[in-house]
């Protein structure tokens, strides 16, 4: 089968990569669900936008110790920098991501669409000024703006708010045009971004799938 994989990569006229929680475990970040899950450690209650404005003091202090101590040191692993030279070789035209690790930037591959934000960056509340992470002092909770003092949240989606643009355009339109699709450590149980592989199988593009089990 990995040789079945490789010929209909090759042969593929646009290829796309759809990527989820399971290709940075060995980076060290733990899935959301699972056996090991974050969520059987944290109340996913506390990732509602609703509870973050509520108790915004309190999100942050676990968004620090989830996503900034304990991600912060992370590094991309073998099948980031595959798909990094997948690219880099001409057969790989994108990465579409449900991670918000960073990883595939860091590991090299330039076109990726991150559908559910990225941590790497904040934006305040208010004026909506985006951030660099290394510009914020996270000892100091909740982070400020700089230009008008509002809230800064990590720029990444909370359960109750919308898929960010771009990023949910550009990964609809890419899968529109794939011919071939990897799916790599996803399961495709979370909306709406179980949708891009459902639309890429309708669209007629080859599914690859890379995970421990086979999806529905």
């Known amino acids: 089968m990995y040789d079945k994989a490789a010929q209909i990569i090759k042969d593929a006229r646009r290829v796309t990569a759809f990527t989820g929680a399971g290709i940075s475990v060995e980076s060290g970040i733990p899935p959301f669900r699972g056996e090991n899950g974050l969520w059987n450690k944290y109340d996913p209650a506390t990732f509602d936008i609703s509870y973050f404005h509520s108790y915004t003091q309190r999100s942050w202090e676990v968004l620090r110790e989830i996503f900034y101590d304990l991600f912060g040191q992370v590094q991309p692993n073998t099948a980031h920098y595959a798909l990094a030279e997948l690219e880099a070789r001409g057969m790989l035209h994108s990465v579409i991501t449900q991670?918000?690790?960073?990883?595939?930037?860091?590991?090299?591959?330039?076109?990726?669409?991150?559908?559910?934000?990225?941590?790497?960056?904040?934006?305040?509340?208010?004026?909506?000024?985006?951030?660099?992470?290394?510009?914020?002092?996270?000892?100091?909770?909740?982070?400020?703006?700089?230009?008008?003092?509002?809230?800064?949240?990590?720029?990444v989606i909370f359960f109750g708010e919308p898929i960010p643009e771009p990023a949910r355009t550009n990964s609809f339109n890419e899968t529109k045009k794939s011919d071939c699709f990897i799916l790599i450590g996803t399961t495709g149980t979370v909306a709406p971004a179980n949708m891009i592989p459902t639309q890429a199988k309708l669209n007629g593009a080859t599914i690859i799938e890379i995970n421990p089990h086979r999806s529905e």
């Open 99 to 155: 991670n918000v690790d960073h990883l595939h930037y860091e590991a090299g591959n330039t076109v990726v669409h991150e559908f559910h934000g990225s941590l790497k960056h904040l934006v305040c509340l208010d004026c909506r000024q985006r951030y660099e992470i290394s510009q914020i002092d996270l000892n100091l909770l909740p982070p400020k703006c700089e230009l008008c003092g509002g809230v800064l949240k990590p720029d």
